[in-house]
T-cell receptor, first 115, second 115 residues
């Protein structure tokens, strides 16, 4: 069963425009949720995480995400895109029942920023 | 604090050979997870080690194996390499004191090419 779904494998935005990357999870119990970014030929870097504290989570580089239990969503946003935001973004979930510390990653969304 | 390191960064092997990849986690982290990343399959979980014990395992053939040492350093081994094993292999470490609540920190990866 797919634990994390990222809608849109490719997203293009103009520089200065709003960035919205979508992530939905499938779990009856709110899990722990994460967003990671991957630049070419590099590992994944943590942007932010949700661990049942505030539903609006602020991360690095101006990104934030809102946990919405009713919509089982954890979408990533940034008010104004920069050229340096062009990268691959992954949503991940952990803490699912009987899975130990295993992380489940979405298929990723490639963000292109148009000058 | 030093990040997760992986060696080697690049590797070229021939079909049928075997390979060993190494990962040194962040100091104090006892959990090490391994992932295979390919353009077609995305990020796939291989296995996780915690205190020298394999705690979780993904859906990979037995040719893929791993181990963790008492200093938390981990190695993964792939025997009888196939062309389809060409991928970026990522290692991630975590405190993992409370299951699922701690983020994973990724190394830069080892790019394996099988010819």
């Amino acid at each position: 069963a797919q634990s994390v779904t990222q809608l849109g494998s490719h997203v293009s935005v103009s520089e200065g425009a709003l960035v919205l990357l979508r992530c939905n999870y499938s779990s009856s119990v709110p899990p722990y949720l994460f967003w990671y970014v991957q630049y070419p030929n590099q590992g994944l870097q943590l942007l932010l995480k949700y661990t049942s504290a505030a539903t609006l989570v602020k991360g690095i580089n101006g990104f934030e995400a809102e946990f919405k239990k009713s919509e089982t969503s954890f979408h990533l946003t940034k008010p104004s895109a920069h050229m340096s935001d062009a990268a691959e973004y992954f949503c991940a979930v952990s803490g699912l029942a009987n899975t130990g510390n295993q992380f489940y990653f979405g298929t990723g969304t490639s963000l292109t920023v148009i000058p | 604090k030093a990040g997760v390191t992986q060696t080697p960064r690049y590797l070229i092997k021939t079909r049928g050979q075997q390979v060993t990849l190494s990962c040194s986690p962040i100091s104090g982290h006892r959990s090490v997870s391994w992932y295979q990343q390919t353009p077609g399959q995305g990020l796939q979980f291989l296995f996780e080690y915690f205190s020298e014990t394999q705690r979780n395992k993904g859906n990979f053939p037995g040719r893929f194996s791993g181990r963790q040492f008492s200093n938390s350093r981990s190695e993964m081994n792939v025997s009888t390499l196939e062309l389809g094993d060409s991928a970026l292999y990522l290692c991630a470490s975590s405190l993992s004191l409370n299951v699922g609540t701690y983020e994973q920190y990724f190394g830069p990866g080892t790019r394996l090419t099988v010819t």
